[in-house]
């Protein structure tokens, strides 16, 4: 509390002064559930990816059906009430997203996997950068968890060697990281209060048009004709997207941009477990450090609650 005070030195009134409130507990234990069933589902993408290759099914086509698809399911039942003001911002984070994607996918085919999936999953960096300018300084926990992070995903998925010098590839890399950071933090200011079912039908809308007139670009936009194909898509739309995508909104919104996005740091860990129970795919040492590093990021971030002003 303190006195303010006019001229003369004339006290005018008395202003209480009271720190923000922190989430209740039973929000945060909701926010860290749906961010590790958010970082379950989306580390699935990366199974469903290499079956998409095996079945024929070309990256910018099966991203067009998964996200239509979705889109079909969810905006005749979610949404409906929103004006139209209310949804511009809906269908904007849709194009953050979309971006992203574009720019993860061009990193790819210039850079290695690793190299690639190292600068996208650096986003909480961005996510704690942006904030900053913003003016949200963050805490040491915060700075602390991003670097453990760093060094765990450094071990799960490798470190850039000389197959990454490719400077438009790095770039569009980055910009995978940047723009997904925005994505989150856009989420965290324009889809407060908005449900996550509405708010995963306007962004699958956007995405689905986006990658559709992609793929037709390309000349790669097919109906799938096989089982296998659709089995693909269906899983990947079912998993990664209507699981994980409402499930990252809701951690976005009880835990804030910054902490959702650290958690999310585990997709990669997850990826490679999954590989290895389903694909038979090997299980390096170093991922299991890297894991634990990751671990140890995503629980120091739970320290600081809110950044300083």
């Known amino acids: 509390m303190y006195a303010k ?6 006290t005018l009134e008395r202003v209480t002064v009271t720190p923000a409130p922190a989430a209740p507990p039973t929000t945060v234990r909701a926010g860290l559930g749906l961010a590790l069933v958010a ?16 079945v024929g099914l070309d990256s910018f086509s099966v ?27 809906l269908l904007g984070v849709g194009l953050l997203y979309a971006l992203a994607t574009t720019c993860y996918f061009g ?17 909480p960096a961005f996510v704690i950068l942006f904030s900053w300018l913003l003016g949200r300084r963050p805490d040491a926990a915060k700075l602390g968890a991003v670097a453990l992070a760093a060094l765990g ?12 010098r490719d ?16 994505y989150l933090l856009a989420s965290e200011r324009w889809l407060s209060g908005v449900p996550p ?28 004709t096989t089982a296998a ?8 739309a079912a998993l990664a997207t209507l699981v994980a995508v409402p499930a990252l909104y809701g951690a976005v919104e009880r835990l804030g941009a910054a902490r959702a996005s650290l958690i999310g740091t585990l997709e990669p860990l997850f990826t490679v477990l999954l590989a290895f129970l389903i694909l038979a795919e090997p299980l390096r040492p170093a991922v299991l450090l890297g894991g634990a590093f990751i671990l140890a990021g995503a629980v120091l971030a739970q320290r600081g609650n809110r950044s300083a002003p």
């Not at 790095?170 to 925005?182: M, P």
Request: net charge positive; hydrophobic share 55%; charged share 10%.
């Open 229 to 236: 194909q659709w089995g693909v898509i269906v899983g990947m």
């Open 39 to 54: 970082a379950l589902g989306f580390s699935t993408l990366g199974i469903w990816g290499k079956l998409a290759g095996r």
């Open 5 to 10: 005070v006019g001229p003369e030195g004339a």
């Open 63 to 89: 991203l067009a059906w998964r996200f239509g698809l979705v889109a079909l399911a969810l905006l005749p039942l979610a949404g409906r009430e929103l004006t139209w003001r209310q949804r511009r911002p």
């Open 197 to 224: 079912l509405a708010s995963t039908g306007h962004m699958a809308l956007v995405a689905g048009l986006y990658f559709a007139a992609l793929a037709a670009g390309t000349g790669t936009l097919h109906v799938p």
């Open 167 to 182: 400077p438009l590839g790095l770039g569009l890399g980055a910009g995978a990281g940047a723009l997904y950071a925005a």
């Open 107 to 123: 990193a790819l085919s210039r850079i290695t996997a690793g190299a690639t999936g190292l600068l996208l999953y650096l986003a």
């Open 153 to 164: 995903l450094g071990l799960v998925v490798g470190i850039p060697g000389a197959g990454d």
